[in-house]
């Protein structure tokens, strides 16, 4: 699951709008549990349906609910599932992150531990170079899954590649534009998914591919290559292969992104403080926010003056369970970054800092 697919749950608006969660297992026996666990949530979730709308109405969301049930193979887990059921959609999500178990049922699909785990996860994009065919995963440490739409897996169905080339006489000279049209085409469609989710970059391939691609993509985050021919290599086994060069790749950022704050503290273009970096995000001039990994913060927002007020968890008066989360989305939806860094490492900052545009 990636950006673009919570973004496209969140545009659903429907009543009722069904959504189950919980944690799943990948290996026995804790995996043994799971079947268990799901049959009882998809139960729950059926009788609640029925007090709310009665048996009659609620039979099409049920009978969908069973089918989704149903197609879920709980041998082929990751650590978490999400099933969402409405009129309008039906699906399963499997998430690399563990979830809480609970069935949630409202106008809109329950999606906020999606978000809070997909920010507080270190997540990346891996593109696999190949002809036959070229293929991108979302990855989260060393677990990748494997996107399907959006015109990937992508072959090289063209001249050069499963179609022979004209006769020519330097055919070298016209194979190697028909593979830089191919891989200008891979470039566009990642283009679609790292717009909505602009998440760091691995290349993998052979160097005559990376060549290629390096040669026209507009991309500029590509924080890692591994070099090599891994066009059947399996995700596990890819998982492995790239995160160990990923996550010093990520390191570096986190240092970068310390350095950016340093410069932005001495131009005086920063914020601290979660308060002040809520009301600088709202105005668009967030560039980079830095947020320590386990930073957590329940509040209630003032629509009359702007302010966050904090309160302590759980407090019933809060209207965000966790505002760093919320300043994260914003930032984000405003076209900024965001780093995580060292617990510790914003102290002087309020836990929270972010650099400015203007």
């Not at 106008?107 to 809070?116: E, G, K």
């Not at 330097?170 to 028909?178: F, H, R, T």
């Not at 070099?227 to 059947?232: C, E, F, K, P, Y």
Request: hydrophobic share 40%.
């Amino acid at each position: 699951m990636n950006r673009q697919d919570i973004l496209e749950l969140q545009s659903h608006r429907s009543h009722p709008s069904l959504s189950i969660l919980l944690p799943t297992h990948r290996t026995s026996p804790d995996n043994k549990r799971d079947p268990i666990l799901l049959k009882n949530l998809a139960s729950e979730a059926t009788d609640r349906l029925v007090e709310l709308l009665g048996k009659r109405d609620a039979a099409p969301l049920i009978r969908d609910l069973e089918s989704q049930v149903a197609a879920i193979d709980l041998r082929r887990t990751l650590d978490g599932m999400a099933i969402f059921v409405s009129a309008e959609h039906a699906g399963v999500y499997l998430l690399p992150v563990p979830l809480k178990p609970r069935v949630v049922i409202d106008d809109t699909f329950a999606t906020r531990d999606l978000v809070f785990a997909m920010n507080r996860s270190p997540r990346y994009w891996v593109l696999a170079l190949s002809e036959q065919p070229t293929r991108l995963f979302e990855g989260v440490r060393g677990t990748l899954v494997e996107v399907r739409g959006g015109g990937f897996p992508m072959v090289h169905t063209g001249p050069g590649g499963s179609e022979a080339l004209p006769e020519m006489t330097d055919k070298s000279k016209i194979e190697a534009e028909y593979h830089r049209q191919f891989f200008r085409r891979v470039d566009q469609a990642l283009a679609a998914y790292t717009k909505a989710d602009p998440l760091p970059l691995c290349v993998v391939g052979v160097e005559r591919w990376l060549a290629y691609f390096q040669n026209v993509t507009d991309h500029k985050n590509i924080v890692a290559t591994v070099t090599g021919n891994h066009d059947q290599t399996p995700p596990h086994e890819l998982g492995k292969l790239v995160w160990p060069v990923v996550a010093e790749a990520l390191s570096v950022r986190r240092q970068r992104a310390l350095d950016a704050l340093d410069a932005a503290v001495g131009a005086q273009r920063f914020a601290s403080g979660l308060d002040e970096a809520w009301r600088r995000a709202q105005e668009g001039r967030g560039e980079l926010l830095l947020v320590e990994q386990d930073y957590h913060q329940a509040a209630r927002y003032d629509e009359a003056t702007g302010q966050l007020h904090l309160l302590p968890a759980g407090d019933p008066a809060a209207t965000m369970v966790d505002a760093v989360d919320d300043l994260i989305e914003l930032v984000l939806a405003k076209q900024g970054e965001v780093a995580f860094v060292d617990d510790g490492a914003l102290e002087g900052h309020g836990r929270v800092a972010l650099t400015l545009r203007y």
